[in-house]
Structures are given as C-alpha cells and as structure tokens.
C-alpha cells in the first residue's frame, strides 16, 4: 500500500455546503417574509414527506418552483423561509401527502425522494443542502403539530423556525438529532459493518443516535463496543453532514481500535469485519473481485473510508 494512494479529486458530500444565506433577522418579520414569498425572483422547493416534486420539462428537472407555479399546485400545509440564495429568497412549501399523490398522474411533475435526487444527480448539487433544510424542517413541523408540554395544538412563527403554544405559552424549537458515525482503525485495517438495509454487496461505518448526556467521544466508544464488541480509544473527528431523514447530524469520527475480537449485536447490524486498506481502495473504486462496495460519495461514510485509505492510521494523529 502505497503512503498515500492516488484516488482522484474528492467528490462533493451530499447536502452539505450551502450557499444559502439563512438571514434570520428575516424571520420575525411576517409582513415583509408574506412579501419575499411574492418575489418574482422567489424560488420554492416543494416536498410532502419523504416525496420531493420537481418540474419535469423536456426531461430537465429542476427543483424550483416560481411564486405562481407553487400556488397553482396545492393549498400549502406549511411555508418555511430557507433563506437568500443571492438575493433571492428560497422557501420550503410542505403539501399534504393526498397532493402529492396526484401529481404522480402528470407528465410535467416528477415525484422522487431526496435520496434519489442525491444519489442519481437528478438535479444540481447547490439544490442539495436547501432540499435537505427544507425536508427537515417541514418534517419536524408535520411531527411537531401539538404542544409537548400541555398537548395544545402550536402554532407557527418565525417563517417557520419556532412554533409557540398559545395555551401555556412554551416556545418549541426545530430538531436536530446528533448521530455519531465512525470508523474503528488498528494499522492499515478497520471494521465495517453491514445493516440489513443495505444493498447485499455494501459495507459501511458504523453509527449511531449520541444519547443524552453523552460527549461525542463517549457516543463513538459506546456504538463501537455495543455493535461489534471493539474497546475504542482515541476519537478523532473528521467532518459532519446533515441527514435530513429525518433531521439528523451525522458526525463522522475516526476511533482507535485497542481490541481485536468482533462480536456482532446481530439486533443492530448483520455482519462486521476487518477490512485492510488495499480492499478499501477497490471497494472505493468499485473494483472489488466480490463487488464489493462502500456507500456512495453522497455520505459521509464514503469521505471517512477514503480518507483513512489515503492517509492510513495518520488519520488519528
Ligand atoms: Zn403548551
């Protein structure tokens, strides 16, 4: 294994790096936000669950709706404010799941899910991050509809960044649920794991939800001993990405593996082993003899394999 193998330029991670501008100081003022969504140069993403609706025209896609398109489709659930892409305002238009149905009938609308537009590349990757914005915050809306706190229905505020409780007056904020997301390394090898989920010939990182009063240290060492039995010592975090299904922060580590044996929680994962870096690097190119592969550049299970293949276990330096 060469010190650092040759594997290309990197690929842009999904849903991350977004050219928004949120502008928050936006947000408290409804007047002027009811006037931004008016805006000849106004885009909306328009998503119902896990479903996004994108234009089909000519087999271009494309993601952005104008102020008149959006509000000739369906009467609007729930209108979040994204922010300026430039100058211009981008919104998150949520539609009742029975909408979107219908629009599976027309030529012009292409319903798909946000995994599909990443992967496949379906429209450009400065639309990834708003799209992902968009889906986690009218998601945590369409889950968040009643006050915790006394069961009263909340309502909306802030261009949709807070919903408050007109009956005992609590302020509820939008989600993000930690995930911590690592790979364990000894030497030139590391141990992957498979999900029943998974495609039958992929391998990934293993992950798991950060749990209430945990560091992201001590999450890593826990998933890693919980799911295959490895003690874990040095963390080293690597990057983050959002994961907006639903509203997840992935947060990718590389950890120090200090015992061998793997003894698989077959109620989390399916099957683990140690791969070496020559493997990875196949995988990665997919030129594995079994087919074997890694998740695609979209995730940020990808970005933390290759970096540990190019730069071995310097990565927990
Ligand atoms: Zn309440």
Redesign the pocket.
Known sequence: MPIRPNLGPSPRLGYAASEIDRAAHCRDDAAKLAKLAENANTGFYIIGGESVVLKDRDNALDPLFSPIEAAALAAPRERVFLGLMGQAPRFGVGLDAAAIETFKARNDLKITDLRSIAVQGLVGAEHLPPLAEAKALLGWHARHRF?P????P?LPVQGGWRRD?P????EHFPRTDPVVIMLAIAGDRCVLGRSPRFAPTMWSCLAGFAEPGETIEEAVRREVREEVGIVAGRVNYFASQPWPFPSSLMIGCHAEALSETIVVDRSEIEDARWFEREELALMLARGHPDGLTTPPPIAIAHHIIRRFVEDGCNVLR
């Open positions: 006050c706190n006394c069961g009263a909340t409780c009956a005992c007056k609590a």
